[in-house]
């Protein structure tokens, strides 16, 4: 079994998701498909957030924009006889809950703080839900999964914090048993371990969430599909020589993403690595291409 990671880019045009869709088929064996949302709509939705809070009414309009484009998505990629179903979810995603929770903000001058954070959580997890929506009906027999019944946080004094523990027994219960050969599920969602409410594991979030799930079901690899090659020696945009680094030690790729190279979450690293799970970092616009392989010596 594999977990395949696909980032906003790699899920955020037609283009995209047919490459998506021929790197699932490609694989022979069982596979967990972890989905960002469509590139821009995580920012979108917080500048809807923002917006609504200082009574900008044109939200409404950006509002569309993201339906619009999730239409349009499943027009091109859903097969003819789901495509219905599949926009009657994203509009009930959009028209009730969405566009409630923003005029909720745009109406309400004296929302008390923790309310509002708990709105801008309950708003911000739309994005994977709507995308892994699409990625579901696109792919034949593909079974959905929600993250947030088994991502879970807590939190802390000071900050939230994942559920490292409850997290791993819920990935084992939810698809140790199945035998269907393609799973969706949605990153960077997940859920407060004791109230249930919506939470999320921070910007960037989706590719740990894939690390969570390949660590906890052994998984024999996981891979990250973005939009460039690999891990480069240097920036390409501002260095003409850079190349793509074949293979590094988790060590070493922890090294740079702490050093802020934005190729992976910092957090996903340490999950894979105690398990000893290869982490293969591939361009989904150019799959087959060798990208970087991070693994142990
Ligand atoms: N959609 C989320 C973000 O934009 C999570 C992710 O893409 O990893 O931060
Ligand atoms: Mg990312």
Redesign the pocket.
């Known amino acids: 079994m594999k977990v395949l990671k696909f980032?906003?880019t790699s899920v955020g045009s037609a283009h995209s998701l047919n490459h998506v869709k021929e790197i699932v088929a490609a694989c022979p064996q069982q596979v967990i498909v972890v989905v960002?949302?469509l590139g821009g709509?995580?920012?979108q939705l917080i500048e809807m957030t923002r917006m609504a809070q200082a009574h900008d009414s044109n939200y409404e309009a950006m509002l569309q924009q993201v339906k619009i484009r999730h239409h349009d998505l499943i027009g091109q990629m859903v097969p003819e006889q789901r495509q219905h179903e599949c926009r009657q979810v994203i509009d009930t995603f959009i028209d009730e809950g969405l566009a409630s929770f923003y005029s909720l903000l745009y109406a309400n001058d004296e929302l008390a703080p923790d309310f509002i954070d708990r709105l801008s959580d309950a708003i911000v997890c739309h994005?994977?839900i709507m995308s892994s929506a699409i990625v579901t009906a696109m792919i034949d027999d593909a079974v959905p999964h929600f993250s947030p019944n088994f991502i879970k946080t807590m939190d802390t004094v000071t900050q939230r914090v994942l559920d490292a523990e409850t997290t791993e027994r819920l990935i084992r219960e939810e698809f140790e048993h199945r035998t269907e050969r393609v799973h969706v599920a949605q990153?960077?969602i997940a859920a407060d371990v004791e109230t249930g409410e919506k939470t999320n594991l921070g910007?960037?979030?989706?590719?740990f969430t894939a690390a969570l799930i390949a660590a906890a079901l052994d998984a024999e690899c996981l891979e990250i599909w973005t939009d460039v090659d690999g891990f480069m020696t240097a920036d390409p945009r501002t260095d003409p020589t850079a190349t793509v680094i074949p293979s590094m030690t988790y060590a070493e790729a922890q090294r740079m993403c702490d050093a802020g190279a934005k190729v992976i979450?910092p957090p996903t690293i340490a999950p894979v690595a105690l398990k000893h799970i290869p982490v293969w970092v591939k361009n989904t616009f150019n799959p087959t291409a060798p990208g970087t392989v991070i693994e142990d010596d």
């Open positions: 980032g906003g960002s949302a709509v995580t920012n994005g994977e990153g960077f910007r960037g979030g989706s590719d979450y």
